[in-house]
């Protein structure tokens, strides 16, 4: 089907505004884990009908899923074949966020099911938290907030031993979007960063101003802060466990804005209360939400956001508008652009 394309802008000269022979044509049904903003809304008018939201009925979440075509998933609800297969007629599985750790991609596969990702939606969000994470833990704000209202008088020029991070080595655990971003921040500040990913060639790590690292281990081994930047897997679960981080440098910090399951709460817990490691900062835990007695909460030499690393004003408005139009590429068939299992497009 034809489409006209406004002219660009900073934020929307991708998104296709549609002819007026679309709007006489078909309405699809898509269905949404999260509720829709009325800001957002628009990108439906006289294409698409929104069934849902999920959490508006959280007894029934999937009350509306049957009548789906296209489901536009937070990350929440595990999408596997039982869930799938209540949607007869989906076709697509947009996710808004890169990790679809949430999505059974051979099920889809196995049922032509397109899922989609929106990798570029939070990285720069999610480098900017991070960078804060790591400014916050090493300059101790969450301690140093407790002992300020204490009322306690204190020689805070003399018993403050905030760090200064140029000239600290940051060690990167994965340098896709957003450890390359963390990277080049990193290295503004004048730090000294190492980096392990399998993926990336050492010429791509020496372009990002990184020290390629031969192992995982050799990251634990050097770094005074390590960051974590990749997907939760099987294979990446619990990766840093009680015996990487004891590998770490005494007083070293460790920061997760990617997924709570990488990290063996027990043994961090543990690391702290010994003394060997200095603090945390967490965007990410497991599970989520956290249960209320969880004491990584409560711990002046941990950090925790509620998993907000990747949502701004900014992020959030590239997050519902490409998740929107690759659900409605897929409905038009046409190939969206980060779709991950394309053996469903070659088949199809």
């Not at 049904?29 to 849902?52: D, Q, S």
């Not at 999937?62 to 999408?79: H, K």
């Not at 050492?202 to 101003?209: R, S, V």
Request: hydrophobic fraction near 45%; glycine fraction near 8%; charge should be negative.
């Amino acid at each position: 089907m034809p489409v006209r394309r406004t002219q660009r802008s900073e934020t929307n000269w991708w998104w296709p505004v549609l002819s007026e022979e679309r709007s006489n044509s078909a309405v699809y049904r898509i269905w949404f884990e999260r509720t829709l903003p009325p800001a957002y809304a628009h990108l439906l008018n006289g294409v698409a009908e929104a069934l849902g939201p999920a959490s508006a009925t959280p007894e029934t979440p999937l009350v509306a899923l049957p009548r789906a075509q296209a489901i536009i998933a937070a990350a929440r609800i595990q999408y596997n074949g039982a869930v799938m297969d209540q949607a007869p007629e989906l076709r697509v599985i947009a996710r808004m966020g890169i990790g679809v750790d949430n999505v059974d991609l051979d099920a889809a596969t196995a049922r032509k099911i397109a899922v989609c990702n929106v990798p570029d939606g939070p990285t720069i969000s999610t480098a900017e938290h991070t960078v804060m994470l790591i400014l916050a833990t090493v300059k101790q704000l969450p301690r140093m907030n407790h002992v300020w209202g204490s009322g306690r008088q204190i020689d805070f020029f003399n018993a403050y031993d905030g760090l200064e991070v140029c000239g600290l080595c940051l060690g990167l655990i994965g340098l896709g979007r957003i450890g390359a971003y963390v990277a080049r921040v990193a290295s503004a500040l004048g730090m000294r960063v190492v980096g392990y990913d399998p993926y990336i060639s050492a010429e791509k790590a020496t372009e990002l101003g990184v020290e390629c690292a031969p192992t995982l281990e050799a990251v634990f081994d050097v770094a005074d802060i390590v960051s974590l930047h990749l997907p939760l897997t099987p294979a990446t679960r619990h990766l840093v466990n009680a015996a990487r981080l004891a590998q770490m440098k005494p007083g070293a910090y460790l920061i997760n804005t990617a997924r709570g399951g990488l990290v063996d709460e027990a043994a961090l817990l543990d690391a702290l209360e010994q003394g060997r490691l200095h603090g945390a900062g967490l965007d990410v835990v497991d599970p989520e939400p956290p249960e209320p007695d969880n004491p990584l909460l409560n711990r002046a030499d941990v950090i925790v956001t509620p998993h907000i690393g990747g949502v701004t004003t900014a992020s959030r408005q590239r997050l519902w508008q490409m998740a929107i139009m690759q659900a409605l590429q897929v409905l038009r068939g046409e190939r969206p652009p980060h779709l991950l299992n394309p053996e469903v497009w070659l088949h199809s």
